[in-house]
Each structure stands twice: as structure tokens, then as C-alpha cells.
């Protein structure tokens, strides 16, 4: 493959603009004369014969996967380090079409003989399926590619010491049980884990594609119980999963926030506990990005418009012939979706259909404007290419629709959080993520943060508890009146995001400035639990 | 091909003849799993996997290592544990590991192995088949389907390098699938779930979905509100989860969990929710068979958890229950909840009013201390007079404690095998549809 060609199969994609293509070319994948240096030549040669032999039972579209999970982690409690592990998950997917119909078996056996047992069996479950199959797939075209992509990062968590990842841990604890707490008794709880998806991609049509995916998650809670009340809280520190190396540990303010965090868990017990009722909300981006993944990133998934989760992760308030500029939000909205984004956790240079990473506008001025697809549904929604949306949680799963980073954009003129909170009159500050849920279509939403704090008359005053709200999702987006700029922009991700039959796990991002959303119905949670409780008969 | 019984025990025992520490320990397992998807009245994405891990724990004095593998090769399993033997001598010492469990343990017999689940064709054809019949029955009614069935073997095995070893084995077969009207104002969904493939009754879970979604269509508006509730068994089944997750002794006893008490002291013992309750987990169950063993190969038995309304035990992992000074308690296998005599449909003629709910939907945490939990109904919610159901109407966002749910329920029906919707699919379940007095709804939702 030549960098012409690999160029050509870029922008076939149709996705992006030819400004786009510099930058995201300088980000992401390179292409290579060379054969690819890894995996090895045995692999590369056994994919090339699973190919082979699917075709030869009749398949018309065959990918392999050859992927090796690695995982590795850390975790304490207080002053104890209570666990090491480290963990190797090695195995090839194949993934068929045959009669238009998708077929896929696993395997952890990585020869010619298991391979080709899957190869038959998951043509097999083609034919059978294929009975039940409405409308043959046709998947959107993709030019064949030989690339390779890794994530950017300073310094390999793989390759710092379990010595030194316990020590860190170790240290932070004792930062935190420094900070006084009286009669209250701390209890801290931390992980360091670090996980790397190694991925070779050959697929019927020519692609060769070795990823090596890094993604590091960290995370850490301090409990304050008042034992004389019976009563305690609990704060997570700030701290979220992205895709880079060890230096983001290092480069976390940790000493600072996990202080912050023993003290905010201790305050959090005598804190005045809110009233309930109408409030200007200023959603820190340590909180909005999860709102935003919720209310933005899976409605518009064309998976769930086209109904294909209807069973289990919900369908979407948006319809297969009414989302094109659906009035999703207030002209402080544009909002992107990127797999190309620095630090993210859905970055990658190839989906897992072989297609490129892309960077294209889902919202504009607060009008939808595009949904994520795979090459699989790209012409259900009258388009001729795949955004690239494509992704498998390991080698024994099938890939489909899974969400690229989607990020609010920050506003261009300057604004900063105390700007929007000197104009606030009557507004609660939330900062972190506690509670989060959200109906089946989208439309209700419940949210809470790890602390809350009152905003009266342009100034923070005091920390307040029990605090959550709900809302509707195209009601809050028309309510976004102020937005922070660049400065107050932060990258908020998941590990975990699930979806599909059998749930699958998407690692995904979601950056955000700090933004505020006019008159919201705030709830206080301590007050919900009383509505129909008849006593606790303690 | 996954490993047998035997094949596990060799393996373990191969394993564990590489280590070169104080002592080690090994779980190893063996599972194939299959599946068939559909939606839109078409077959989606399907697919089946095959695997088998080995996690071996070294330890040396108060320093344990933990590696992950599925190389089975005797250099990979030596090298797993060369690992784990390092990572062990950089681990700092840990006060809380526990010594290996040495004393011999009485190992209930489950049935949760259906042998006739593991025929990888014989299944592969019902899942064709009861695919086929939903796709027939929404056609029928000009409805949408979109469902999930899922055949699975798991084979597993524990051994310590000082001569406890368990194994055991189960298979898990489940069905869901809702229906839905092509103008999409109404749906309805049902769950099935055993170790018995053949013990689905796939054939009712498909008439029950429709029928819900005949019976939703042009759902009313009411207010949000404290309402009787009756909660099917599945919707029954996510809340009783909820309420078993947070059953630790340890954050009980350190006054972090709605079973603190002030002091220092806990509810264990006390009354907590409505006398009629009685939940309990047993691994034997012939219902609902489950697993037989716990953390270091501990047995799991019989084990009430609310009796006579009254908080029974707490689980307590080893550690914890050596310095409190009690017997550990693994967690549930399985969870059962007695009821009455009527199967639930039948029940449901009895009620007085109340509004019906077939599912529960992304729940959360929401309040700790009281364990209130928020969530939505899903799927069918309807409003029943005099045991008939009247119409249906719009979906609720809750935010409610199991704990007040289990007060505040007034009688039930005949205990039945179901799975929740939201919580966990591994833990097979019998609860009975509940008859609640209170049941605090907090917004509404359009989402149908």
C-alpha cells in the first residue's frame, strides 16, 4: 500500500473536510511501504489463511482479529496495598458475511486449526441466521489499508514498577489521613490500573492494521463516617480515565485533590442540606462530560434511531427520518465527535471495520447534524461512507456501533467560571459525578455530583448536600446560557460504557468547559428517600 | 474446546506444581458461550466464544502476587507464575492476607449443570427457532421485535497449594425480547432465564411481550407521586439485588452503609423491613441452582438473609471475620424470596389498585446512607382496579430504598424463576410479584 492510496482511502471516507485531513493525518496513522512490524509473520500469515478458508466456505466478507488484552493493576485501602495483578487475555475473533448475514466465533486458541474450526462456525451461523435476515448487510465501501497506530504516550504504565505504582498509593493515603477529621473516621480506597488492547486487523478486502491501544485509569475514594450520627459521605476525587501513559498520574494534581477530597467527604456530613426547587446549575466539566455522554453522546447513535437496542441499551427520542437539524440545543452548543482527539480514551487511528479515525461536527449551533454509524448502517442513513464508529471490547466479541469521543466545544470569547458565577444570582456549583441515570429514549435524566456548593448573588458561599436534578434533554440543551472557554476545558471519560447483547465496554471520552444551564429542578435526595417510608423501624 | 471437571483439576494441579513460593492458589475456568441477536424483526449481530484463564495468587509470607492468563502452555503457566511469584516480592506486606483455607469444606451438590445445554447444535437450532417465533408473532401484529438469546457452559475450579480443591459447573441459558408498535407509542418485553435450555418457555415469554405491547398502547398521564405498586418478578428482582450487593459486614461494622447504627453497631438481628419477608440464597435450590463455592474456596450454604423481617446475617470475607471474631460469609449464590400460594398472574386478579410494573431501568445509587436508589419503569407500566388492568400509563422515574419497598410490602404471590433487567444475570433468582402499599415515582419520562 502506498501513502497515495492510503490517502485515497481517507478520503473516501467522504467525512472529512481537506483541512481536516492535514490535521488529522498529522495525529494519526502513517502509512507504510514496509510490511507491518508487528505482529509477527506467523500471525499475519494465519489471518491471511482464516481469510482464506471463509471464502472458501462461501463468505463474501471475512475480517480477523488478533488481539492480546493486557491489564495491570494496583489497589489500596488506607494503608494497606491489596492487590497486584497483572493480566494477558490473548485470542483471535473472525467475523463473516455469507448470505448477507454476519457470523462471528472466538477463540483464546490462536493456531490453523482452531482458527478454522471458527471460520466454520461462524460461517455456519451465517447460513443459519441468514434465514432471519430481512435485508441482506451492505456495507459502505472502504479503500484496503496497511497501517500501524499507537497512542501517544511519555512514559508505558506497563513499564513502572508495582514497587513504586503501591508506593504512590501508599503516599496519597497518607496525604489524606493527615487532614484532621476529629471524631470522624477515614476510609480511602484507590486503583491504579492500566490496560493496553494490542490489535492486528486483516480484513477480505486487503487491510492490514496493527493498533496498540494504551489507556490508563486511575480513581480514588475517601469515606468519612461520623460513627456517634450513624452517618457518613463519601467523595471521589476528580480524577478520570484517559488514553495516555504513566505521566498523566504524575501530572494529576493528586496531592492537592486527595486532601481536598478527606476534607470535602468530612464537610459533606454537617453540610446544609438543599431545598428543593429551581436553580441556575453550574456544571463543573468534572460533571458536565458525563451529562453530555448521556444526553448527547447515545442519542445519537444510528444503532439505537435505527432500533437495533431496543431490547436492552434503549432506542432514541430522535427518529431515522427527523434528526437532521433537530433543534438539539441553544447556540452555545456545537458539539464534535472525534476519535482522533489527544488523551482520549475512544482514540484510535482505525475502527474495528478497518475504517479511519474522523473528527466531524455532530452539533452545530445547537442544530444535529450528523449521527455515528459503522460501515454497516452508513446507507440506512443515505450516506456513501462509515464515520467510523466501529469497536469490539476484546478478540471474543463482535464489533458494532460504539461512541467516538464526543466533546462540547469551549466558547471562543473568553469566559471563566468566575465570570459565570459573579453573573449567577440564585445557582448551585456541582463538581464530579456520583448519581447518573437516564430513561430508555433519552428524554429523563437524573444526575448528582460528588460536591455541591450555593451560589448567591455572584459568590460561592457554602457547600450543600442531598443535591440532584432532572430535567429533559432538549429542554436543559435550549437552557445553556453560559459556556466557559478554552481554559476552563477538561477531558471527563468512562471505561466502562455498556451496551450491545452481550454487553460489550467502550472506553470513551468526553471533553467539556464549564457551563451553566438556566432554571433546573433540583431535587434533595435525603427528602426522596422519606416520601414513602413509613419509619425505620430501627 | 473447553476443559471438563477433570481437565480443570489437571490443569490446576499442573499449575500449582510450578510454584515456587510459601504457598498459591488457583481458579481456573472454562466457558463457551453463544448467542443470537435480532432486532427490527431481522437477525442482528450474533456470535460465539470459547475460553479458558487460569489466575494464580503466590505469596510469600504477607506479600501475594496475582496473574491472569489464558496461555495454557506449560511455558506460559510457568511463566504466569514466575510472574506472580515477582510481583509478590515487590508487593508491600499486607496485615489483612489471609492464611489458605486448610480445613475441609462441605460442598453442597448443585444442579445448575443441564447436560443437554452443552449440545452446541441442539441449542444453536432452539435459539434459531425462538427467534424465529418472535419475528412470527410481531409480524403477526405488525410489531417490531428485537431480542437476545444466550446459551453459555461454564466449567470452574479452585485449588490451593495446601489441598483444598472444588470444582464445579453450570450452564445458563436466557431470553428477552421486546415488541414494540411501529409508531413506536408502545412496548412490551419479557425475560426468561434458566440452567435448562429446555425449561425456557420461550412460547409465553414471546405472547407475554406482545401482549404488553397490545395492552400499553395509548398510555395516560398521571401525576408523579407515592402509588401502590405491583412489581412483577423480574422488577422485584432488580430491587432484591440492589439490596444483597450492600449486605457487608465490614462497612456495616465501620458505620459506612444503611446497616450502620450509631456507636459502632449495626441492624443485624434487628427488625428492618415488613415481618412477612423472608429471603434467603441456597445453592442446592432445585429451581434455581447456583454456585457452590466462594473467595478461597469457601462453601457457599443455605443462608437467610432477612427472616421474619429481621436482618439475618451480613457477608464477611475472611479476613474481616477473623478480626470481628465471627465465621466468614461468602455472598449469594442465588437469591430466593418466599411468597404465597397464587402463581402471579392469578395474584394479580386479587389487587385491590395499584400500578403495575413490568421492568426497572438503569438504576443507581442515589442516597448511600438510606440506600435510596433511583431508576425508571420500562416496558409496561399500568394502572390495575379490581385485578384487572385498566389502561397503561406514562413511564416514572423512581427514586426509592429496597429497604422502604420491603416495609412497605403488603402480600405477594407464589415465588417464580426470573432475572432482573438491569442487575446482574448471573445470580438465578425466584421472588415472587410484590404487593407494595407506597412506591415513591419522581418525574416522568416520554421514553417509551
Known amino acids: 500500500m502506498d501513502r497515495r492510496l492510503f490517502l485515497k482511502g481517507v478520503l473516501a471516507t467522504g467525512a472529512l473536510t481537506l483541512g481536516d485531513l492535514d490535521l488529522s493525518l498529522a495525529r494519526r496513522a502513517r502509512a507504510f511501504d514496509n510490511p507491518l512490524s508487528t505482529p509477527s509473520k506467523s500471525e499475519q500469515d494465519l489471518a491471511e489463511a482464516l481469510i482464506a478458508q471463509a471464502r472458501s466456505l462461501g463468505a463474501t466478507y471475512c475480517d480477523v482479529r488478533l488481539v492480546r488484552m493486557l491489564a495491570q493493576s494496583v489497589s489500596a485501602r488506607d494503608n494497606i496495598v491489596t492487590g497486584l495483578s497483572d493480566s494477558e487475555s490473548y485470542g483471535l475473533g473472525i467475523r463473516v458475511i455469507k448470505n448477507g448475514t454476519w457470523g462471528f466465533s472466538a477463540t483464546r486458541e490462536v493456531s490453523l486449526d482452531a482458527g478454522k474450526t471458527a471460520a466454520q462456525e461462524a460461517v455456519t451461523m451465517a447460513e443459519s441466521n441468514s434465514k432471519l435476515q430481512r435485508v441482506p448487510l451492505d456495507l459502505a465501501p472502504v479503500a484496503a489499508v496497511q497501517s500501524e497506530w499507537k497512542t501517544p504516550i511519555q512514559k508505558n504504565p506497563f513499564e513502572v514498577s508495582f514497587k513504586d505504582r503501591a508506593q504512590f498509593l501508599l503516599d496519597m493515603h497518607a496525604l489524606a489521613a493527615s487532614v484532621p477529621m476529629g471524631n470522624n473516621r477515614l476510609t480511602l480506597h484507590s486503583n491504579l490500573r492500566c490496560v493496553r488492547e494490542e490489535k492486528y486487523f486483516a480484513s477480505s478486502e486487503g487491510s492490514k492494521i496493527w493498533q496498540e491501544i494504551t489507556r490508563m485509569d486511575p480513581s480514588t475514594w475517601a469515606i468519612v463516617a461520623d460513627p456517634a450520627k450513624g452517618e457518613f459521605a463519601s467523595r471521589a476525587l476528580f480524577v478520570l480515565p484517559q488514553g495516555r501513559g504513566f505521566e498523566y498520574v504524575e501530572q494529576y494534581p493528586y496531592k492537592d485533590e486527595i486532601k481536598q477530597a478527606a476534607a470535602d467527604a468530612h464537610e459533606k456530613i454537617s453540610a446544609v442540606s438543599v431545598e428543593p426547587g429551581k436553580y441556575d446549575l453550574i456544571l463543573h466539566p468534572t460533571h458536565l462530560w458525563l451529562t453530555i455522554h448521556e444526553t448527547v453522546g447515545h442519542p445519537t447513535e444510528l444503532d439505537r434511531i435505527l432500533g437495533y437496542e431496543a431490547n436492552f441499551a434503549g432506542t432514541s427520542f430522535l427518529t431515522p427520518d427527523k434528526w437532521k437539524d433537530y433543534p438539539y440545543g441553544s447556540d452555545y452548543m456545537n458539539i464534535v465527535a472525534d476519535r482522533t482527539q489527544d488523551g482520549a480514551l475512544a482514540t484510535v487511528g482505525f475502527d474495528d471495520d478497518g475504517v479511519a479515525a474522523q473528527s466531524y461536527p455532530l452539533i452545530q449551533k445547537g442544530e444535529l447534524v450528523a449521527l455515528q454509524t459503522t460501515r454497516e448502517q452508513a446507507k440506512a442513513n443515505g450516506e456513501t461512507a462509515s464515520r467510523g464508529e466501529s469497536y469490539a471490547e476484546g478478540w471474543w466479541n463482535i464489533p458494532f456501533q460504539r461512541m467516538p469521543n464526543v466533546s462540547l466545544q469551549p466558547n471562543p470569547k473568553k469566559k471563566s467560571l468566575d465570570d459565570i458565577v459573579k453573573d449567577t444570582g440564585k445557582g448551585i456549583l456541582i463538581k464530579g459525578n456520583s448519581s447518573y441515570s437516564i430513561d430508555q429514549q433519552r428524554y429523563n435524566f437524573q444526575f448528582s455530583g460528588q460536591v455541591a456548593f450555593a451560589v448567591e448573588d455572584g459568590k460561592i458561599t457554602h457547600m450543600l448536600r442531598d443535591v440532584a436534578y432532572y430535567g429533559k434533554t432538549e429542554k436543559f440543551w435550549n437552557e445553556l446560557d453560559a459556556l466557559g472557554d478554552q481554559t476552563e476545558y477538561m477531558l471527563g471519560g468512562a471505561m466502562y460504557d455498556g451496551k450491545g447483547e452481550p454487553m460489550q465496554s467502550n472506553p470513551v471520552s468526553h471533553g467539556c468547559p464549564v457551563a451553566r444551564f438556566a432554571n433546573q429542578r433540583v431535587i434533595n435526595t435525603r427528602q426522596q428517600s422519606a416520601n414513602s417510608r413509613k419509619g425505620m423501624m430501627s | ?448
Open chain 2, 1 to 448: 474446546m473447553i476443559l471438563d471437571l477433570d481437565e480443570l483439576e489437571g490443569l490446576s494441579k499442573k499449575i500449582l506444581g510450578f510454584s515456587k513460593s510459601e504457598w498459591a492458589e488457583v481458579s481456573v475456568e472454562s466457558n463457551h458461550e453463544a448467542n443470537l441477536r435480532f432486532a427490527a424483526n431481522t437477525v442482528s449481530t450474533s456470535g460465539a466464544s470459547e475460553n479458558t484463564s487460569a489466575t494464580i495468587t503466590a505469596v510469600n509470607g504477607k506479600r501475594a502476587g496475582t496473574v491472569s492468563t489464558n496461555d495454557l502452555s506449560d511455558d506460559g503457566l510457568r511463566r504466569a507464575m514466575a510472574r506472580a511469584e515477582e510481583i509478590a516480592s515487590l508487593a508491600p506486606e499486607n496485615e489483612e492476607l489471609m492464611a489458605p483455607l486448610t480445613a475441609k469444606q462441605n460442598y453442597l451438590r448443585s444442579s445448575a449443570f443441564d447436560a443437554r445445554s452443552t449440545d452446541y447444535d441442539w441449542t444453536a437450532e432452539e435459539r434459531s427457532k425462538i427467534a424465529q417465533a418472535a419475528i412470527r408473532e410481531a409480524t403477526a401484529h405488525s410489531f417490531e421485535t428485537a431480542g437476545f438469546l444466550e446459551s453459555g457452559v461454564y466449567n470452574n475450579a479452585y485449588r490451593n497449594s495446601k489441598g483444598l480443591f472444588v470444582a464445579d459447573q453450570h450452564t445458563r441459558n436466557t431470553f428477552s425480547l421486546t415488541m414494540r408498535t411501529a409508531d413506536g407509542k408502545s412496548s412490551g418485553w419479557n425475560k426468561r432465564a434458566s440452567h435448562s435450555m429446555g425449561q425456557l418457555d420461550s412460547q409465553m415469554a414471546i405472547l407475554r411481550a406482545s401482549e404488553k405491547c397490545t395492552a400499553w398502547q395509548d398510555a395516560k398521564d398521571i401525576d408523579p407521586g407515592v402509588y401502590k405498586v405491583i412489581l412483577e418478578p423480574s422488577a422485584a428482582a432488580d430491587l432484591l439485588q440492589q439490596f444483597v450487593w450492600s449486605l457487608d459486614a465490614r462497612p456495616a461494622e465501620e458505620g459506612r452503609s444503611a446497616f450502620s447504627r450509631p456507636n459502632g453497631t449495626t441492624a443485624l438481628g434487628q427488625t428492618i423491613v415488613n415481618e412477612k419477608v423472608h429471603l434467603y440464597s441456597d445453592p442446592s435450590h432445585p429451581l434455581v441452582p447456583s454456585g457452590i463455592y466462594g473467595e478461597s474456596g469457601l462453601a457457599v450454604h443455605p443462608t437467610d438473609w432477612i427472616k421474619d423481617g429481621k436482618l439475618m446475617n451480613l457477608t464477611r470475607d475472611r479476613f474481616w471475620a477473623n478480626k470481628t471474631g465471627k465465621d466468614p460469609m461468602p455472598g449469594p449464590t442465588n437469591l430466593i424470596m418466599d411468597g404465597g400460594g397464587m402463581l402471579p398472574e392469578d395474584f394479580l386478579t386479587t389487587v385491590k389498585e395499584g400500578l403495575l410494573v413490568t421492568s426497572f431501568w438503569y438504576i443507581r445509587d442515589l442516597d448511600d446512607p438510606t440506600l435510596l436508589k433511583t431508576g425508571l419503569t420500562r416496558d409496561g407500566l399500568f394502572w390495575v382496579e379490581d385485578g384487572k388492568i385498566l389502561y397503561g400509563i406514562t413511564n416514572f422515574r423512581w427514586n426509592e430504598s429496597p429497604l422502604t419497598m420491603l416495609q412497605n410490602v403488603m402480600d405477594f404471590s407464589k415465588p417464580v424463576v426470573t432475572a432482573p433487567r438491569d442487575g446482574w444475570d448471573g445470580m438465578p433468582m425466584c421472588v415472587p410479584m410484590l404487593y407494595v402499599s407506597g412506591f415513591n415515582f419522581a418525574s416522568q419520562s416520554d421514553a417509551v
